[in-house]
């Protein structure tokens, strides 16, 4: 399992080019809270949604997967390393640790 903090977060953008951030929480944290990370595409997929959707996600593009505090985005990125994706990382600590640790402006919930 690979895994990225908040902190890696920029860096890993910045040094991957074509990457995705893949939001897995539902439509109504997304209403509430968002990520953007200059240098990476984002997706939002519920975490509900991945196995009927997966055929949106290309197993060669480098994925952060994130949701509230990483618990789903960790089950989605065993997931689809399970369905070939070889380059798929969990954003640990979720938007809550970008909140606290990066930009206090997005909201905490």
Do not use: K
Not at 27 to 48: C, K
């Amino acid at each position: 399992m690979q895994i990225l903090t908040v902190q890696e977060l920029q860096d890993w953008a910045r040094q991957t080019p074509a990457a995705l951030l893949l939001d897995v929480r539902e439509p109504w944290e997304v209403a509430l809270a968002r990520i953007d990370v200059p240098g990476l595409a984002g997706v939002h997929m519920p975490m509900g949604d991945i196995p009927s959707d997966l055929q949106r996600l290309d197993p060669e593009q480098p994925i952060a997967v994130y949701c509230h505090h990483g618990v789903r985005s960790l089950q989605v990125v065993a997931f689809l390393a399970r369905h070939g994706f070889d380059v798929v990382y969990n954003l640990a600590g979720g938007i809550d640790a970008w909140s606290r640790e990066i930009d206090p402006s997005v909201p905490r919930y």
